[in-house]
Structure formats: structure tokens, C-alpha cells
Nanobody
């Protein structure tokens, strides 16, 4: 069983930056692929970014490419999402997810564990 706790969400102005984190419980964090998803009010949850178990491979949804960076620190059981040049379309609750795979990809169904989410608001 893995428990995921996100943090770092908040209010940011358009064009600003924010880094959110997700800490995982358990001693096998390094064996999980990790992902970030988001859900805006009235919309379905969507894939944002994913990273493999070692951090050597990552993938992003097109609208965030070049602006967001996913990374992980296996020694700290933590995965991060650095978000730059934020806009109104990025406002959502961001969820961390873990998959018992080396690589999980973009499908939510591939992930076994989910956090409770951290809210990101983009507004001036």
C-alpha cells in the first residue's frame, strides 16, 4: 500500500511559477512510476506528466510541454512538478499517482494509487 500526499498548491498570477510536491509512504517508492494529473471544475481528470522509476524518462501532455517539468528524488520518496508561465487553463486540482510499473504512461487506469490533490489557482 502506498499513500500519497500532495502539497505546494496555491494562488499564482498568470505568467508565474509554482512547484508542487508529492510525498509517498513506503520503502519501495523507487520501484513506482509516478504521474501528475489535473482536474478543473466541470472537466474530466486529465494527464499532465509522468516519470519512470529512475527519473530517466518523462512525458508531458502537449499544452504543458516546455513549461512544466516533472522530477523525482527517490531518496526523499518525493515527486515534483515545476510549473512555469502558468495561465488560466492550468488552474485545477493536481493529483499525484503511483503505478507499480517501470513506466506507466498517460492512462489513468495504469496507476494504482492516488493522492487527495492540491489546488492550483491562477488569477491576477
Amino acid at each position: 500500500q502506498v499513500q500519497l500526499v500532495e502539497s505546494g498548491g496555491g494562488l499564482v498570477q498568470p505568467g508565474g511559477s509554482l512547484k508542487i510536491s508529492c510525498v509517498a509512504s513506503g520503502r519501495t517508492f523507487s520501484s513506482y512510476a509516478m504521474g501528475w494529473f489535473r482536474q478543473a471544475p466541470g472537466k474530466e481528470r486529465e494527464f499532465v506528466a509522468t516519470i519512470n522509476w529512475s527519473g530517466s524518462r518523462s512525458s508531458y501532455v502537449d499544452p504543458v510541454k516546455g513549461r512544466f517539468t516533472i522530477s523525482r528524488d527517490n531518496a526523499k520518496n518525493t515527486v515534483y512538478l515545476q510549473m512555469n508561465n502558468l495561465n488560466a487553463e492550468d488552474a485545477a486540482t493536481y493529483y499525484c499517482a503511483a503505478a507499480q510499473l517501470d513506466w506507466a504512461g498517460w492512462s489513468a487506469g495504469a496507476y494504482d494509487y492516488w493522492g487527495q490533490g492540491t489546488k492550483v489557482t491562477v488569477s491576477s
